[in-house]
């Protein structure tokens, strides 16, 4: 594979990403900064094939990325493969609006294939590749100028490996047919919605305890003043306000300015300074959150009750053993929540449809619904039909 050296003008940009355009695939990655920022700065782009790979300099003078966001964002006849990509496809949308595609995630794809939940990228490629990834560079300043030889070996490593890596994951899910069941979760992943930071839902990521219309009205007013302070200042959220003090003001709102000084995460300075005045003025304008906005209690359907608690745990043990026999993630199949759901009564679910209804679904509705047991054979936990046991039993009778 041919190792480009650092890009750091467009033209050497353009044809890269020319050549990179005819392409099956490109193998993506990003280095970024996001601990004195709003948003994410990009640093350092990683792309390549199976026949060549490049390190891009975002920082560089007077280079315009536009080629190979037209690449990641317009060009659909290229597949673009990540792993973990959820933060890389953030910054592409964060530059663009748009987010790549069409998208394929390596770590949900080993979902599929084996048995972990959330596979980091060092053990995928010992366990592909038998190679183990040296560490020292990834908490590097990748802000810095210049880059180091060792900064651009590490990053451009990760596509190189991770272009070795994808055909042979690839063929494994066709061979083991399960490559439409990644489908979904794809689209997920590439779904702009994602990304989409609206200043007037930021109050749903802050943990609030009670269902008061009032405190969740000034809730959702701070926390969206929160949030536009901090994108105009071009800093993180936190050093504005952190989450708790956020929920803290909007549960026992002050009667007036000076009080700020007495709010814990606040300093002194708040009682006088003009960015108190501003909060003082969201709060004194913030109205009761509306009943069609307020948070959805979970459904559940009827209470659990013990007998109910007894059939979500016999769902979680059928889970671990469906996810044994087929090699597969049980995050990918359901989560402990729905299968809570399932036990009491609620019908409309993501497990009972499609893919997840036939290989998991099924039989989790058959054991709610007392047609599937347990059964011990040859010292191996098995599932196994009532009706089948109960001829099994009658054939030993006899």
Avoid at 233 to 254: C, F, Q, W, Y
Avoid at 350 to 364: M, N
Wanted: charged content about 30%; proline content about 4%.
């Amino acid at each position: 594979m041919k190792i480009h050296d650092l890009i750091t003008d467009t033209e050497t940009l353009r044809t890269l990403c020319e050549r990179l355009s005819k392409s099956e695939f490109v193998c993506v990655d990003t280095e970024f900064m996001r601990e004195n920022t709003y948003y994410p700065e990009l640093c350092l782009v990683q792309i390549g094939n199976e026949e060549e790979a490049a390190a891009i300099d975002p920082l560089a003078s007077g280079i315009d990325l536009t080629p190979l966001l037209d690449l990641l964002c317009e060009n659909d006849e290229v597949l673009k493969v990540f792993h973990a990509g959820g933060q890389d496809v953030e910054i592409v949308y964060n530059l663009t609006g748009k987010t790549p595609q069409p998208i394929f995630d390596t770590q949900i794809a080993m979902m599929a294939v084996s048995q972990s939940e959330q596979i980091g990228y060092a053990n995928m490629v010992e366990t592909w590749l038998g190679k183990t990834i040296d560490k020292g560079a990834r908490f590097t300043d990748w802000s810095r100028r210049p880059l180091t030889d060792r900064q651009i070996e590490y990053a451009i490593g990760d596509v190189t490996d991770l272009a070795t890596i994808f055909p042979r994951l690839l063929e494994k899910l066709v061979q083991t047919g399960r490559g439409a069941w990644l489908n979904a979760e794809m689209e997920k992943l590439a779904d702009p919605a994602n990304y989409k930071n609206d200043a007037n839902l930021a109050w749903r990521r802050i943990r609030s305890s009670g269902r008061n219309p009032a405190v969740l009205g000034r809730l959702k007013a701070l926390a969206a003043w929160r949030e536009n302070e901090a994108r105009h200042k071009n800093i993180p959220r936190g050093r504005i306000v952190r989450d708790e003090t956020l929920a803290d003001i909007a549960s026992h709102p002050p009667k007036k300015q000076a009080d700020l000084a007495k709010v814990r995460g606040l300093s002194q300075a708040w009682r006088d300074n003009d960015i108190g005045k501003r909060m003082m003025k969201v709060l004194a304008s913030a109205e009761p959150l509306p009943k069609e906005e307020m948070p959805v209690k979970a459904k559940r359907g009827a209470p659990l009750g013990k007998e109910g608690a007894l059939v979500a745990d016999l769902l979680k043990l059928l889970l671990k053993i469906r996810a044994r026999e087929i090699d597969i993630a049980a995050r990918l199949l359901t989560r402990a929540d729905e299968m809570e759901a399932l036990a009491a009564g609620v019908r409309n679910l993501p497990i009972l449809e499609g893919w997840r209804y036939e290989v998991f679904g099924k039989d989790a509705l058959e054991l709610v619904e007392g047609r599937l047991a347990f059964a011990v054979k040859n010292g191996k936990l098995t599932m196994t039909h009532v009706d089948d046991m109960a001829e099994e039993l009658g054939q030993a009778a006899e």
